[in-house]
């Protein structure tokens, strides 16, 4: 049986599910940064808290995956 091209492995689409998540977390964590920057500590605080969730979910993702890094 052939599949059409749109089908993919769950494999491949682990890979880019994590990829995707993994953007998320370094894009909230370089905002935080520029907020930090800029001489917001108080949205900067915010903003690593939430980097740190979003790397946290990136991270268990690739874990219960069993993908490597």
Same mark, same amino acid.
């Given at each position: 049986?052939?599949?059409?091209?749109e089908v993919t492995?769950?494999?491949? *689409?682990?890979?880019?599910?994590? !990829? *995707? !998540?993994?953007?998320?977390?370094?894009?909230?964590?370089?905002?935080?940064?520029?907020?930090?920057?800029?001489?917001?500590?108080?949205?900067?605080?915010?903003?690593?808290?939430?980097?740190?969730?979003?790397?946290?979910?990136?991270?268990?993702? *690739?874990?219960?995956?069993?993908? *490597?890094?």
């Amino acid at each position: 049986m052939v599949q059409p091209p749109e089908v993919t492995s769950l494999v491949q *689409r682990n890979k880019v599910v994590s !990829k *995707r !998540k993994g953007t998320f977390a370094a894009a909230a964590a370089a905002g935080a940064g520029v907020a930090a920057i800029a001489g917001a500590p108080v949205i900067a605080v915010i903003g690593v808290a939430g980097a740190a969730y979003l790397a946290w979910d990136w991270f268990s993702f *690739r874990v219960k995956n069993g993908m *490597r890094f």
